[in-house]
């Protein structure tokens, strides 16, 4: 093989990785599996599509290697195959937001008006958290808390939060978070939270980016 043809085939290796991140609701699996595995099954339900659909998506993934499956019993989980593969989506992510041009609009008719929504950063929250100066909330499904959440935070999701309001104190500051940057639910939760009375703001990003930070995380349906 000449050296043009082998140098050729190695970046269309490379570029297997682009290629099976071009669809977005692949992209919306990895983001979905940066929290955590899950199976085919709470995957469908979360990225609104067929079971037969996002099996497909799961098999175009798993061939670049971007996600790895373990059986238990009669279902299959699916998780990204290394800290690597949350770490380039959030890069992804990154440099979509600096250099796309429209996705900032793209994101505001997703996430709506974000004005009076105020933000906190890690370091800030992880050193008030510290001290109990505040609650925190996280906003996302059940099974994302369980497979990792927050050190001292409570999972409340967003579908269940009126629900939680009369057993947060209002003399505390409540801070919301979720998947990332991009996720709705803790935009919805500082929006509900400031509408009933509470001083309320939202994880800057969110649980990955903590974790990947070596910030205090637990596992568990318990904090």
Known sequence: MGERAAKDNLYDGFAEVAKALSSGRRAEIVDVLAQGARSVEEIAVEIDQSVANTSHHLRALARAGLVTTRREGTRIYYALSSERVAE??????????????????????????????????????????????????????????????????????????????????????????????????????????????????????GFPEWRRAGLPVAVGAES
Do not use: M, N, Q
């Not at 935070?153 to 939060?161: K, T, W, Y």
């Open 88 to 205: 380039l989506w959030s890069a992804l992510c990154d440099v979509a937001g600096e250099h796309v041009a429209g996705l900032e609009r793209l994101a505001a008719a997703y996430l709506g008006e974000r004005d009076g929504i105020e933000e906190v950063g890690r370091d800030e929250l992880a050193r008030r958290l510290e001290s109990g100066e505040l609650v925190v909330l996280d906003v996302r499904p059940v099974a994302e808390f369980a497979a990792g959440h927050i050190v001292g935070s409570r999972s409340v999701p967003i579908g269940e939060l009126r629900k939680h309001l009369r057993a947060l104190p209002k003399e505390v500051e409540v801070v919301a978070y979720c998947r990332g940057p991009y996720c709705a639910y803790a935009d919805e939760a500082v929006r509900e939270l400031t509408k009933k009375g509470f001083r309320a703001r939202r994880l800057a990003d």
